[in-house]
């Protein structure tokens, strides 16, 4: 649904690109009203309003959100939808870039690598257009923002939804009022039709994040990660083949080393993944043998090893967690496949 939204916003024209972001935080509101009402999850609410810093923050990330929206509508609307795809391609690069230098994370040398080689194709790409690709900048570091804070935030998606957008709700309520009064408003004006499509943005905003709730506690992360390229992906195909916008041979360079990039770094987290479960696994084996030859020496009879006529198994005691920390696995950026971002996406 991510992937092919690029098709509806050019059926909202002539709406430009604010009153359809204002209609879709009025009616994303509505929407998920109706699906806490159904739910009946409404406890959140009177805790999350005794907590103002985090109030705070929903404020700030709905902000972010809100910025990322307006301008996504406005490049697909302007016939960028190649270089709105390449910001989400870009986005989980920045979202480790902002781990290391506003959460002092560490990266491993496979990450340090990846992030290198995006730098490189932004410097590619600038050259290409004759200027930054901004819109694809401001578009991955709104979104990655907007992560970082929902990070902090941690309540659950629908409800973070929710509050998000009743704090748009008023300003969009607001700006539409305004452009109805000053006769600008396109809603009622150009049939039911259209109507039903700026209503319809409540439902094209929240369904996918509906979705990927659903799916986070049943699809394992690193699945997850990888089926969140999926999305970029089908923007840049319809870019290219449905829009017919231009790929000059230095675009293709550009992108090339984007998703050589995320190459490296999905590698990096598969084989992270897999050597962080070989390692839980053998502790656990170990920790079994253990208990069963404590028990076995309690109760006075020999172990199973001991009845074969083999030595008994000598254990070594489980690292604690303070060596955990200094010698274990580095844990995984937020934005790595194996740890995905959180939900948002266009």
């Given at each position: 649904?991510?992937?092919?939204?690029?098709?509806?916003?050019?059926?909202?024209?002539?709406?430009?690109?604010?009153?359809?972001?204002?209609?879709?935080?009025?009616?994303?509101?509505?929407?998920?009203?109706?699906g806490l009402l159904v739910l009946r999850?409404?406890?959140?609410?009177?805790e999350l309003i005794r907590r103002p810093r985090k109030l705070g923050l929903i404020a700030v990330a709905a902000t972010t959100i809100s910025l990322n929206w307006g301008f996504y509508i406005w490049a697909v609307n302007s016939g960028r939808v190649v270089e709105a795809s390449l910001g989400y391609f870009i986005n989980p690069l920045v979202t480790i870039a902002m781990g290391v230098l506003l959460l002092k994370e560490r990266l491993?040398?496979?990450?340090?690598?990846?992030?290198?080689?995006?730098?490189?194709?932004?410097?590619?790409?600038?050259?290409?257009?004759?200027?930054?690709?901004?819109?694809?900048?401001?578009?991955?570091?709104?979104?990655?923002?907007?992560?970082?804070?929902?990070?902090?935030?941690?309540?659950?998606?629908?409800?973070?939804?929710?509050?998000?957008?009743?704090?748009?709700?008023?300003?969009?309520?607001?700006?539409?009022?305004?452009?109805?009064?000053?006769?600008?408003?396109?809603?009622?004006?150009?049939g039911t039709?259209?109507?039903a499509l700026l209503a319809g943005t409540g439902v094209v905003t929240a369904l996918p994040l509906i979705c990927f709730g659903a799916a986070a506690i049943r699809v394992p992360l690193s699945t997850l990660g990888l089926l969140q390229y999926l999305a970029p992906v089908f923007q840049f195909v319809l870019g290219i083949t449905y829009f017919h916008e231009a790929m000059p041979p230095e675009r293709w360079a550009g992108f090339s080393l984007v998703w050589l990039a995320l190459a490296i770094l999905t590698w990096d987290?598969?084989?992270?993944?897999?050597?962080?479960?070989?390692?839980?696994?053998?502790?656990?084996?170990?920790?079994?043998?253990?208990?069963?030859?404590?028990?076995?020496?309690?109760?006075?009879f020999p172990s199973a090893s001991a009845q074969a006529g083999g030595p008994l198994p000598v254990?070594?005691?489980?690292?604690?967690?303070?060596?955990?920390?200094?010698?274990?696995?580095?844990?995984?950026?937020?934005?790595?496949?194996?740890?995905?971002?959180?939900?948002?996406?266009p």
């Open positions: 649904m991510w992937g092919l939204v690029p098709l509806y916003w050019p059926l909202l024209e002539p709406a430009g690109a604010m009153e359809i972001l204002a209609h879709r935080m009025v009616w994303s509101l509505a929407f998920v009203a109706i999850r409404w406890a959140w609410i009177p491993r040398p496979a990450q340090w690598t990846a992030v290198f080689v995006a730098v490189a194709a932004v410097l590619v790409l600038a050259v290409g257009y004759g200027q930054p690709p901004w819109i694809s900048l401001v578009l991955a570091f709104s979104f990655a923002t907007y992560g970082l804070v929902k990070k902090k935030i941690n309540i659950g998606g629908l409800e973070s939804l929710a509050a998000e957008t009743a704090v748009l709700f008023l300003p969009a309520l607001g700006y539409l009022v305004w452009l109805g009064a000053s006769g600008s408003a396109t809603f009622g004006s150009e039709g259209q109507m987290a598969l084989r992270n993944a897999r050597r962080t479960r070989s390692e839980a696994l053998r502790l656990a084996s170990e920790a079994a043998t253990a208990t069963a030859t404590a028990t076995a020496s309690a109760s006075g254990t070594e005691p489980a690292p604690s967690p303070a060596a955990m920390t200094t010698t274990g696995t580095p844990s995984e950026s937020p934005g790595t496949p194996g740890a995905p971002g959180t939900p948002g996406s």
